[in-house]
T-cell receptor
Framework: QKEVEQDPGPLSVPEGAIVSLNCTYSNSAFQYFMWYRQYSRKGPELLMYTYSSGNKEDGRFTAQVDKSSKYISLFIRDSQPSDSATYLCAMSAFGDNNNDMRFGAGTRLTVKP | NAGVTQTPKFQVLKTGQSMTLQCAQDMNHNSMYWYRQDPGMGLRLIYYSASEGTTDKGEVPNGYNVSRLNKREFSLRLESAAPSQTSVYFC????????????FGSGTRLTVV
């Protein structure tokens, strides 16, 4: 079993829809959670990060963490064609200089005009 | 604002050939990383360098070597390429290992035939 599981999709939605992207994880030590966006043939870029449980909002994006369920989500409101990309979750415990960052496999999202 | 620069962007190798992937960052980051990205597998860490002068193995180091040439540059070498090393390789950097945001390069698409 992978430490981080992410539904690969593909997910296709009409413009303006609310999108929900999710990851589950098995390592209860993870405390720092990140979402990256990766456009085709480009490197991932950091979209949002959160610490521990709770919600964080940034414009049309909301990141949600439920540590009790080991489940994180990224919501995109009023989705736009420019949001079409692969979204990767990432998480870490950031222990003692060890690199324990783990990435999900990514969910490919297409927003149709 | 170049960020992280990787060369080459594309490469085809024959089994058994060697090559070095180059990476340079201009953000004065201390930590640098090499990942590979394969369909359905997500980003997997090959090697990382927490700071200049140090390197450590990641999840999938076999068949690879690295050199942290200076603070800016971190190279990845394949001594004897195998078809299993066909992948997209990403270099990344961050202020420290325990840092939220990694800045990724645009990747090297490597095919081993």
């Amino acid at each position: 079993q992978k430490e981080v599981e992410q539904d690969p999709g593909p997910l296709s939605v009409p413009e303006g829809a609310i999108v929900s992207l999710n990851c589950t994880y098995s390592n209860s030590a993870f405390q720092y959670f990140m979402w990256y966006r990766q456009y085709s043939r480009k490197g991932p870029e950091l979209l949002m990060y959160t610490y521990s449980s709770g919600n964080k909002e940034d414009g049309r994006f909301t990141a949600q963490v439920d540590k009790s369920s080991k489940y994180i989500s990224l919501f995109i409101r009023d989705s736009q064609p420019s949001d079409s990309a692969t979204y990767l979750c990432a998480m870490s415990a950031f222990g003692d200089n060890n690199n324990d960052m783990r990435f999900g496999a990514g969910t490919r999202l297409t927003v149709k005009p | 604002n170049a960020g992280v620069t990787q060369t080459p962007k594309f490469q085809v190798l024959k089994t058994g050939q060697s090559m070095t992937l180059q990476c340079a960052q201009d953000m004065n980051h201390n930590s640098m990383y090499w990942y590979r990205q394969d369909p359905g597998m997500g980003l997997r860490l090959i090697y990382y360098s927490a700071s200049e002068g140090t390197t450590d193995k990641g999840e999938v180091p076999n068949g690879y070597n690295v050199s942290r040439l200076n603070k800016r540059e971190f190279s990845l070498r394949l001594e004897s390429a195998a078809p299993s090393q066909t992948s997209v390789y990403f270099c990344a950097s961050s202020e420290a290992v325990q840092a939220y945001g990694y800045t990724f390069g645009s990747g090297t698409r490597l095919t081993v035939v």
